[in-house]
């Protein structure tokens, strides 16, 4: 149709089509539907789809259920015949049936009403793909003579972790079906609930669980399940197995350091350090999409070889030509429109170069990103939805950066770009055959473990941001809640941090509301609390507030806040200088990315005082007590 792929991407309208044709809308009614120019061009698109389908004698898998549908509504005859062939119907999952599924077994069932369904409305967690909890909600509507039995006993979870589930999934406004699930097993282990400082102390109790119970217990690395709402959250996770050197695998998506969006924002960093890296520049010369392709790529390389230079220098060389010739005298390759495209793309790379110097770590990923306008193409590529958990992802990537600020500037970003490396090429050799397992609570779904970890418990996690303007929505959050307790056999680990990163921002967490549906006497809080370490008088206290120490990793977790109590307050005092070392030789420290260690030596500086730490997996490490936030750990 000559549209522009960039401007209008064949992905989204593709998922415009399949989502109209699950509503029940062919081509022409979507045309008359069309609200805006971008979906006439959807309706345009979705005429000459079908055109080329029929002239193909073809369907698409949408279609399959779809124009069934309409066969019956146009040929009482073929209907009557399918009823009398199909007498009895048994659908399962009935919760996660959409518009057109629906419409299809209503169909069939119309004459006989002989339709048995399986459906649980606590767990209708899908209605990004089309479903309806609707559709089970109203089945004795549809089906007046339809026979309720409610499947009461559960035959996986301890009595303890069914008393949560419910529990949450009682404080909904949707009670249809309520149900009181029991259970021949025994009552269990309480279920426990945990606040970390951050994402990374968070996974640091998570893996510190781990570990214990695998110590004092018959539990393998495959019997845990760690189970989050989005897949930035497994990057914090990730880092901590890999320092404890724990094998775990991701389920249903790509490791933190894989994922695309990722891969990119790294390339340009290590251009931005190295520009003669030319696996990097290779990747991010037509990313985003900058009208080089792949003709014109090619074509730079051959230029650069045969110069005999880097594809950068060339790049320098095409900036310097006169009169159209190279100093070697060869011919250039490029066209006006690929020339202009090259050199723009360079000037961007020179431009962040020049200002490199200016920002620190973080500064210079914030530019990269606006200069590169990442989020709007993300969104616009991948829809709202799955764009924003690959902005959300990126974000992750600059969190992790700002570990990195506490060191010198000229510094940071060599370090970064090293210690990524090291972590993605660690997590690239790892043998998954008994791993912990991590998970999204929907790809968790239907899936069942001894051990469940349900982490992120805070407003914006779980209720997702996207879904608080709506309580529809919400519910669905609620229910994705039931659904994660409920695939734990035998323990279950909820988590909630003090504070957490959000569009690159560190704020204060709140809990997630369905925590509070939780009566006190269903949940065990641990009481082992962590210790506030207050730095000697006339100290500056680090800014984020007084020092904590973790508890032995033997002991039990540290004593979460009260989800109703105040946030205390963390001031800070300006002083000449700290009086007394509080790091000494010999002590056992903490670092959230580098582990545990051991202090080889300190001395104060100025404000602060310098600690030289011998971690475990990371070897010897300079850093500013104040900055690294180093935990205390006792002998």
């Given amino acids: 149709m000559n549209l522009d792929e960039k401007q209008n991407l064949p992905r989204t309208i593709q998922n415009k089509i399949s989502k109209a044709k699950n509503e029940m809308l062919d081509a ?3 045309a008359q539907s069309k609200q805006n120019f971008a979906e006439q061009i959807t309706a345009s698109c979705y005429e000459r789809y079908q055109e080329l389908l029929l002239e193909s004698n073809a369907l698409d898998f949408d279609d399959l259920l779809m124009t069934t549908v309409q066969i019956f509504r146009q040929f009482p005859e073929v209907l009557a015949a399918y009823q009398q062939r199909y007498t009895y119907l048994l659908v399962d999952e009935y919760q996660d049936t959409n518009r057109v599924q629906y419409l299809l077994v209503k169909n069939l069932a119309a004459q006989g009403q002989n339709v048995f369904v399986v459906g649980d409305n606590d767990q209708s967690v899908y209605s990004f793909r089309g479903a309806d909890v609707r559709n089970i909600l109203q089945f004795e509507r549809d089906y007046p003579t339809a026979q309720v039995i409610l499947l009461e006993q559960n035959y996986r979870s301890t009595q303890a972790i069914l008393d949560v589930a419910q529990a949450v999934i009682k404080g909904g406004k949707k009670q249809k079906y309520l149900k009181s699930l029991w259970t021949e097993k025994r009552v269990g282990v309480k279920v426990s609930l945990q ?20 110590r004092v217990g018959s539990y393998q690395l495959n019997d845990f399940a760690l189970i989050y709402r989005t897949n930035a959250q497994s990057r914090a996770l990730e880092e901590a197995f890999l320092a404890r050197g724990l094998r775990y695998q991701i389920i249903g998506g790509i490791r933190f350091y894989e994922r695309k969006e990722i891969k990119d924002v790294l390339a340009y960093l290590r251009l931005l350090h190295n520009p003669f890296d030319r696996v990097s520049l290779e990747r991010v010369l037509a990313t985003p999409g900058r009208g080089i392709g792949s003709q014109t790529e090619a074509e730079l390389q051959r230029w650069a070889t045969a110069m ?26 490029f066209n006006t429109r690929a020339r202009k495209a090259l050199l723009s793309f360079l000037k961007s790379i020179e431009d962040l170069r020049a200002i490199s110097t200016m920002f620190d770590l973080v500064g210079l990923i914030d530019a990269l990103l606006e200069q590169l306008k990442l989020q709007e193409i993300l969104r616009k590529e991948y829809g709202p939805d799955e764009g924003e958990e690959q902005w959300a992802n990126i974000l992750e990537l600059r969190n992790v950066a700002g570990e990195f600020t506490c060191l010198p500037r000229e510094q940071q970003l060599a370090t970064f770009l090293a210690e990524v490396a090291l972590v993605s090429d660690t997590d690239s050799l790892k043998d998954q055959a008994e791993a912990v397992t991590c998970i999204t609570l929907h790809q968790a779904k239907g899936l069942e473990y001894p051990v469940v970890f349900l982490i992120g418990l805070e ?12 309580q529809d929505t919400i519910e669905e959050e609620r229910r994705l809640f039931y659904v994660g307790a409920t695939r734990a056999k035998e323990r279950l680990y909820l988590l909630y941090t003090f504070r957490r990163s959000f569009y690159g921002q560190w704020i204060t967490s709140t809990p997630s509301r369905f925590l509070a549906d939780i009566p006190p006497d269903l949940i065990n809080r641990p009481a082992q609390p962590k210790k506030l370490v207050q730095p000697p008088e006339n100290t500056l206290v680090p800014r984020n507030g007084p020092r904590l120490v973790a508890p032995l990793s033997n002991q039990g977790p540290s004593e979460p806040r009260r989800l109703n109590s105040p946030i205390s307050s ?8 700290p009086t007394e070392r509080i790091f000494l030789p010999g002590q056992r420290v903490r670092h959230q990315r580098f582990g545990e260690g051991v202090v080889v030596s300190s001395k104060l500086v100025e404000d602060d005082e310098e600690v030289t ?13 104040n900055l690294a936030k180093l935990e205390q750990l006792e002998p």
């Fill in 308 to 333: 005999g230079v880097p594809i950068y220098q060339s790049l320098l060389a095409l900036a310097n030509l006169e009169q159209g010739e190279t100093p070697l005298g060869l011919q250039v390759p």
């Fill in 570 to 577: 963390k001031g800070s005092v300006l002083s000449s200088g």
């Fill in 28 to 30: 022409a009614k979507f």
């Fill in 613 to 625: 730490v011998d971690f475990l997996f990371k070897g010897q490490k300079r850093m500013l007590a």
């Fill in 195 to 214: 606040e970390g400082y951050d994402p990374d102390d968070e996974a640091r109790l998570v893996v510190t669980e781990i570990e214990r119970l695998r």
């Fill in 459 to 470: 407003e914006g996690l779980l209720p997702h941001s996207r879904s608080l303007d709506n």
